[in-house]
Nanobody, 122 residues
Framework: QVQLVESGGGLVQAGGSLRLSCAAS????????MGWYRQAPGKQRELVAI???????NYADSVKGRFTNSRDNAKNTVYLQMNTLKPEDTAVYYC????????????????WGQGTQVTVSS
């Protein structure tokens, strides 16, 4: 099993910044993909940013140029730097990791964090 622990959410005014962190622990051989999704009230969960083990990152169009996702592979940790925040960024942010738990098999498992609230006031 793998656990994802998030931190860094909170309340911020529009135009401000926040940094989210997510640390993975447990049975980890490698983490193929690690990043963030978010879910606003009444909406479906959506991708924010994900980064591969090789360092390639995919961003939602709505956050390009404002958010930066980065990984520390040695620490099994991912960071989401969020700048120029907007009220529409208000959501619960979930860390996600696609983990290969054993060197014996190529099988991977998908894990989620418990979520951290980000609220941006206008």
């Amino acid at each position: 099993q793998v656990q994802l622990v998030e931190s860094g959410g909170g309340l911020v005014q529009a135009g401000g910044s926040l940094r989210l962190s997510c640390a993975a622990s447990g049975r980890i051989f490698s983490i193929n993909v690690m990043g963030w999704y978010r879910q606003a009230p009444g909406k479906q969960r959506e991708l924010v940013a994900i980064t591969t083990s090789g360092g390639s990152t995919n961003y939602a169009d709505s956050v390009k140029g404002r958010f930066t996702n980065s990984r520390d592979n040695a620490k099994n940790t991912v960071y989401l730097q969020m700048n120029t925040l907007k009220p529409e960024d208000t959501a619960v942010y979930y860390c996600n990791a696609v983990v290969r738990e054993s060197p014996i098999t190529m099988r991977t498992s998908n894990y989620w964090g418990q979520g951290t609230q980000v609220t941006v006031s206008s």
